[in-house]
């Protein structure tokens, strides 16, 4: 309809633009489209065998009806399915996107920035490789999630969302067999451009789809740090970092009384995967076209709406989910004061530091800890004993006789803030 507009409005073939009350009663006719439409052009698609092909008859007959029909011949005139078909799915994406999937997303990095502030101070115990690592804050960790999915944000902010409007093989050529003079390049992306999408002129039958394989990736690399962000916190919740925040008259464990499953961790993880799974499916097949034109992409780009539809699954499951916990500190520092040996990575660089200053003759620090701490438990006094033996300065000595495993954060709380 859009497209007949235009056609019009610049008085192409002895046309004459239409006034606006037409012009409104044809917006309405897909402004108002539903079920006797849709009814009506099953039927028609039955024959056709060719979905816009119906479209265009479904518009000639609401022309006929409106009795317009001395502009009937522009309908879907020097454009192919493709014409129709790439500025729709641009246009739908980018509403999708922008509309519904990145507000879904702006609320999950909203509230990790709420928890990161709030937990800003909270020391806990890294791990890494799964073991005892030197520590941080939950807060800290918290926002390295924001800090990684406003990245990813930031670029698919930039996304373009392009079709094509060149006809048949992308070359104008009917265009230019019906009015030689007019400038059709320029009117083709007036036209896209003035539907809110972006134009692309040098393109195949189909607009190349390369638009859409970067967005998707986009998307897909969104999902795998929420993927990884559901499975730390259901790690933590494992360890008892959080406890989950019952829920009146909720079934925990359908058989244990005592616990409550972290589903919306795991129901987030579960759609996650589907979803990215979709998303690669799609990169790997629109970035090929046989040829000017193939069909592959027609039923693969029709699954847009499954694999947006597992991640806004995903997305709230992880909203509410991360609303439904509760930090217990006290099983940070437990977890923390039974892991002293932690400091052993701040001793020996202490000690390093001093040997560079002139303070220490102290050899090998590294080997002294690893023997000290490697395989062994340690306590606060163990600790406390082996650093009044060091020769070190007695500023630096000090330094570590004050640490503790809850202190050691370095800029954590910072950083998180």
């Known amino acids: 309809m859009e497209w007949l507009i235009a056609l019009t409005d610049r008085s192409l073939f002895g046309t004459a633009p239409?006034?606006?009350?037409?012009?409104?009663?044809?917006?309405?006719?897909?402004?108002?489209?539903?079920?006797?439409?849709?009814?009506?052009?099953?039927?028609?698609?039955?024959?056709?065998?060719?979905?816009?092909?119906?479209?265009e008859y479904l518009v000639r007959d609401r022309l006929s009806a409106l009795g317009l029909d001395a502009i009937a011949e522009l309908t879907h005139f020097a454009c192919t399915s493709e014409d129709i078909n790439s500025a729709s799915y641009a246009l739908t994406v980018k509403r999708a996107v922008e509309r519904v999937w990145l507000p879904a997303l702006q609320d999950v990095i909203d509230k990790l920035r709420e928890l990161a502030t709030e937990h800003a101070d909270a020391a806990m115990l890294s791990r890494t490789h799964g073991q005892p690592a030197t520590p941080s804050t939950m807060g800290k960790e918290l926002a390295v999630f924001a800090w990684r999915l406003e990245r990813v944000v930031t670029r698919i902010e930039g996304s373009e969302y392009l079709a094509k409007f060149s006809g048949a093989t992308g070359t104008w050529?009917?265009?230019?067999?019906?009015?030689?003079?007019?400038?059709?390049?320029?009117?083709?992306?007036?036209?896209?451009?003035?539907?809110?999408?972006?134009?692309?002129?040098?393109?195949?039958?189909?607009?190349?789809?390369?638009w859409q394989v970067e967005l998707y990736d986009h998307v897909r690399h969104a999902?795998?740090?929420?993927?990884?962000l559901a499975t730390d916190i259901w790690t933590y919740i494992s360890l008892g970092y959080f406890a989950q925040i019952p829920v009146a008259g909720a079934t925990g464990s359908s058989t244990m009384p005592h616990k409550i499953n972290p589903i919306r961790f795991e129901n987030a993880e579960a759609n996650l995967e589907l979803?990215?799974?979709?998303?690669?499916?799609?990169?790997?097949?629109?970035?090929?076209?046989?040829?000017?034109?193939?069909?592959?992409?027609?039923?693969?780009?029709?699954?847009?709406?499954?694999?947006?539809?597992?991640?806004?699954?995903?997305?709230?499951?992880?909203?509410r989910g991360l609303t439904e916990i509760s930090l217990s500190r006290d099983v940070l520092l437990a977890d923390l004061d039974t892991n002293w040996e932690v400091l052993a990575e701040a001793i020996q660089t202490v000690i390093r530091a001093e040997v560079v200053a002139g303070r220490s003759t102290i050899q090998d620090p590294y080997a002294l800890l690893k023997e000290l701490t490697r395989g062994h438990r340690v306590g606060a006094a163990d600790l406390a004993e082996f650093v009044q033996g060091l020769e070190i300065g007695d500023a630096a000595k000090q330094r570590l006789l004050a640490l503790t495993p809850a202190t050691y954060i370095g800029l954590a709380e910072t950083l998180a803030k």
Do not use: C
């Open 223 to 228: 999902g795998g740090i929420l993927h990884n």
């Open 173 to 210: 050529s009917a265009h230019l067999a019906a009015e030689p003079d007019a400038d059709w390049p320029m009117i083709a992306r007036e036209y896209i451009e003035g539907l809110g999408i972006d134009f692309n002129i040098l393109t195949t039958q189909i607009e190349s789809h390369d």
């Open 18 to 55: 239409l006034a606006e009350a037409d012009k409104d009663r044809l917006r309405g006719l897909y402004r108002d489209f539903g079920q006797a439409e849709i009814d009506w052009l099953a039927e028609k698609e039955a024959v056709t065998r060719h979905d816009v092909k119906a479209v």
């Open 275 to 319: 979803s990215g799974a979709l998303l690669n499916s799609l990169s790997q097949t629109l970035v090929t076209s046989r040829m000017q034109r193939d069909l592959t992409d027609s039923t693969t780009q029709r699954n847009i709406g499954v694999a947006f539809g597992h991640s806004l699954l995903a997305l709230d499951n992880l909203r």
